[in-house]
Nanobody, 123 residues
Framework: VQLQASGGGLVQPGGHLRLSCAAS????????VAWFRQVPGKRRELVSC???????RYADTVNFRFTTSRDNAKKTVYLHMSSLKSEDTAVYYC??????????????????WGQGTLVTVSS
């Protein structure tokens, strides 16, 4: 699976953004798709995940502010981010696991990493 994240940019604190994760080669309906983020000097961390059966998981730091959804017809998974904080600034990546009914936070178990998209939250 080959994925590409897009939609990042500069946003003020309290603002919102929608990131997109598009597959170029396969349909995503049988994949769990996770969003990870990384800042320089820190390890990549799980932000959210939607499983192959559409259960969702969120990091405590983004719960109730971020939601993830999928549009199978468009082969795209979205990350809707609201009430953004400066600490949400990071490069955001998406990745997938085939037929994963449960999400986990082990980045090594996901594939299809693209180049990521930079989100900067600043006034």
């Amino acid at each position: 699976v080959q994925l590409q994240a897009s939609g990042g940019g500069l946003v003020q604190p309290g603002g919102h953004l929608r990131l997109s994760c598009a597959a170029s080669d396969v349909a995503l309906d049988e994949y769990a798709v996770a969003w990870f983020r990384q800042v320089p000097g820190k390890r990549r961390e799980l932000v959210s995940c939607i499983s192959s059966v559409d259960s969702t998981r969120y990091a405590d730091t983004v719960n109730f502010r971020f939601t993830t959804s999928r549009d199978n017809a468009k082969k795209t998974v979205y990350l809707h981010m609201s009430s953004l904080k400066s600490e949400d600034t990071a490069v955001y990546y998406c990745a997938a696991r085939f037929r994963a009914v449960h999400c986990n936070s082990y980045s090594s178990e996901y594939s299809g990493w693209g180049q990521g998209t930079l989100v900067t939250v600043s006034s």
